[in-house]
């Protein structure tokens, strides 16, 4: 009898120490879409060092124009995908009021609301996998989850989110998050 299927779907995936050398060192990301086809995420802390602006050309808000740029992952870096948030989302496709979107007059319109409440984060690039890649490398304990919340996924300090969500979760990851980024400093 084959396996059961579960989606991590919503979930936040952290480098649980064994992605040292990889893109995804102490990475957080989202995962977006999850089934038996495959897994699409967006990494949460990489920020592009570009503004929105500096690297899209289109005609937008100029609120937009001065986003951070994040590198979302390793796939297609020239692939544009956005978080959109709100406090009431009708067609949300991640969790409750959180919607991933990828077009680029989407997000112009984005930027042309007038909501109070909206956040949006911008990425260049994506994490991909194919079917049964993200299973097996939770088998192999590559990753740990937690789960995603609005407040985490626009965290202001994004470079941060690796350490704090990994204090959250008790000692033994908080031991984690206190190893330096390079082990000869150790």
């Given at each position: 009898m084959?396996?059961?299927?579960?989606?991590?779907?919503?979930?936040?995936?952290?480098?649980?120490?064994?992605l040292?050398g990889s893109?995804?060192?102490?990475a957080?990301?989202l995962?977006?879409?999850?089934?038996?086809?495959?897994?699409?995420?967006l990494?949460l802390?990489?920020?592009?060092?570009?503004e929105v602006?500096e690297?899209?050309?289109?005609?937008?808000?100029?609120?937009?124009?001065?986003?951070?740029?994040?590198?979302g992952?390793?796939?297609?870096p020239?692939?544009?995908?956005?978080?959109?948030a709100?406090?009431f989302?009708?067609?949300?496709?991640v969790?409750?009021?959180?919607n991933?979107?990828?077009?680029?007059?989407d997000?112009?319109?984005l930027?042309?609301?007038?909501?109070?409440?909206q956040?949006?984060?911008?990425f260049?690039?994506y994490a991909?996998w194919?079917?049964?890649q993200?299973?097996?490398?939770?088998k192999?304990?590559?990753?740990l989850?937690?789960?995603?919340?609005?407040e985490?996924?626009?965290?202001?300090?994004?470079?941060e989110?690796?350490?704090?969500?990994?204090?959250?979760?008790?000692?033994?990851?908080?031991?984690?998050?206190e190893?330096p980024?390079?082990?000869?400093?150790?």
């Amino acid at each position: 009898m084959p396996d059961s299927f579960t989606s991590l779907k919503g979930q936040l995936l952290l480098d649980g120490g064994k992605l040292r050398g990889s893109f995804f060192h102490r990475a957080v990301v989202l995962v977006c879409q999850h089934d038996p086809e495959g897994a699409f995420g967006l990494v949460l802390n990489r920020s592009s060092g570009n503004e929105v602006g500096e690297v899209i050309v289109a005609d937008m808000a100029d609120s937009l124009k001065k986003l951070q740029l994040y590198l979302g992952g390793p796939v297609q870096p020239q692939a544009l995908s956005f978080l959109h948030a709100d406090s009431f989302l009708l067609n949300s496709n991640v969790m409750p009021n959180l919607n991933v979107g990828h077009s680029l007059d989407d997000l112009v319109e984005l930027g042309q609301g007038f909501s109070s409440t909206q956040q949006l984060r911008i990425f260049a690039g994506y994490a991909g996998w194919s079917p049964g890649q993200l299973d097996d490398e939770m088998k192999r304990e590559a990753w740990l989850t937690h789960p995603a919340s609005i407040e985490l996924v626009f965290s202001t300090d994004a470079g941060e989110l690796w350490k704090t969500i990994l204090r959250q979760k008790g000692w033994k990851y908080r031991l984690l998050s206190e190893t330096p980024e390079d082990l000869s400093w150790n």
